[in-house]
């Protein structure tokens, strides 16, 4: 008899800066204790990421730990939550995250999938000729280039555990995204009409490597944002409406923003220990369905 090859349950994380994580190191001490942040610092070999996080790429799959966030930054993301409580619950169990986020970015644009208008296509590594237009940070962007590079990252990450002898399945699709899209009401507006073209989209291209029970958990945005309560409400409606479908009511659980780094609070972003509870959620939401 042929031995069936060995399954590995891919995580995606995807979304903009609460995705990339921006939980400063150096305020671990005041939440953990000095072993936990050793192991940390050591990261979970057994649950390894291959990232594209903002400014740096890992170039394959690394031991998810502290670092795997921005080029400049000694900052954690909710990857590690997420490697942590896998690793607590499964400890010989085969997962690896696939995490693709990027800063500043929005659903109505940079993550614009083809069939609600990204210009990047399907089917290769060449993308279609795109349209050239401004997120409205002042930076270049194209419409669809984050979706784009998730599909990239994705189907690098799956050829590489196809060569290692294994049956990747995706189990789990982790979004923290919807800041960039709560300052304009009409983004707001177009935000539930987007986010399921993203899925679907999503679905399509990974076609037969979606696990029949995937996940897909939504984080809400914090309250700092204008339009904060029309995204989560779209968000939860979303979630309410659809099988597999999971709102993190980021609110509810207490995560803030507003206490660190200490002394220069960067409110747009999660605290440390709210970076790890927000991977937390994330593990709690896949693991329960």
């Known amino acids: 008899m042929l031995k069936q090859p060995l399954e590995a349950k891919i995580i995606v994380l995807a979304g903009q800066s609460n ?21 940390w610092n050591e990261g979970y070999a057994n649950v390894p990421i291959n990232y594209y996080s903002h400014d740096k790429k890992s170039g394959g799959f690394v031991p998810s730990g502290i670092g795997c966030t921005e080029l400049t930054k000694r900052t954690i993301g909710p990857e590690l939550g997420i490697a942590e409580e896998l690793d607590r619950r499964y400890p010989d169990g085969n997962y690896y995250i696939v995490k693709c986020a990027f800063g500043a970015t929005s659903l109505w644009c940079d993550w614009l999938s083809p069939s609600c208008g990204g210009k990047y296509g399907r089917g290769g590594e060449e993308h279609l000729k795109a349209v050239k237009l401004n997120d409205g940070m002042g930076d270049p962007a194209y419409a669809g280039w984050c979706y784009w590079e998730l599909v990239k990252l994705l189907r690098e990450s799956i050829r590489t555990l196809e ?39 999503f679905c399509d291209d990974f076609s037969g490597y979606i696990d029949e029970n995937c996940v897909f958990a939504d984080a809400g945005i914090s309250t700092i944002w204008p339009l904060h309560a029309r995204v989560n409400d779209i968000k939860r409606r979303f979630a309410a409406d659809r099988e597999n479908c999971v709102f993190i009511d980021t609110i509810a659980a207490g995560l803030t923003t507003e206490n660190e780094p200490f002394g220069s609070p960067d409110i747009y972003h999660y605290d440390s220990d709210s970076v790890i509870r927000l991977g937390q959620l994330f593990t709690e939401a896949f693991c329960r369905a």
């Not at 190191?25 to 942040?37: G, Q, S």
């Not at 990747?168 to 009409?186: H, I, R, T």
């Open 19 to 39: 995705a990339v994580g921006v939980g400063h190191v150096e305020c671990l001490p005041a939440h953990f204790d000095a072993v936990r942040i050793e192991k």
């Open 163 to 201: 060569e290692r002898g294994m049956a990747p399945s995706v189990k789990a699709f982790c979004w923290m995204q919807g800041e960039g899209d709560a300052d304009v009401p009409e983004h707001a507006e177009k935000y539930e009409e987007r986010y399921a073209g993203l899925i679907g989209d």
